[in-house]
Nanobody, 127 residues
């Protein structure tokens, strides 16, 4: 059974940092694009970042580019999201997701392309 379990969320002041983790089990980790999405109350789920099998390819939403960093450790079946220079508008539930792909360089920004999802972890940024 495929499971994605997130951790690392919390409350932080504007300008602060958090590191989110997502531990994956039940899948061949190196054959999946891993992504992070977020959803604020009353809003649609939006793309944050994604990383390909070997970590050779990454992509970011314009709103987080230069502030957030996605990484993965295949040996540990874990994907990370480092959140720096946090802003109040970053407040949301953050979800990790896995997308089965054929190509290492491909990483989707569409939530509809992802096959498995974690339970989410809350990030709250105060002003």
């Amino acid at each position: 059974q495929v499971q994605l379990v997130e951790s690392g969320g919390g409350l932080v002041q504007a300008g602060g940092s958090l590191r989110l983790s997502c531990a994956a089990s039940g899948l061949t980790f190196t054959r999946y694009t891993m992504g992070w999405f977020r959803q604020a109350p009353g809003k649609e789920r939006e793309f944050v970042a994604a990383i390909s099998w070997s970590s050779a390819s990454t992509r970011y939403a314009d709103s987080v580019l230069g502030r957030f960093t996605i990484a993965k450790d295949n040996a540990k079946n874990t994907v990370y999201l480092q959140l720096n220079s946090l802003k109040p508008e970053d407040t949301a539930v953050y979800y990790c997701a896995a997308d089965a792909t054929r190509y290492d360089a491909y990483n989707s920004a569409s939530p509809n392309d992802y096959d498995y999802w974690g339970q989410g972890t809350q990030v709250t940024v105060s002003s």
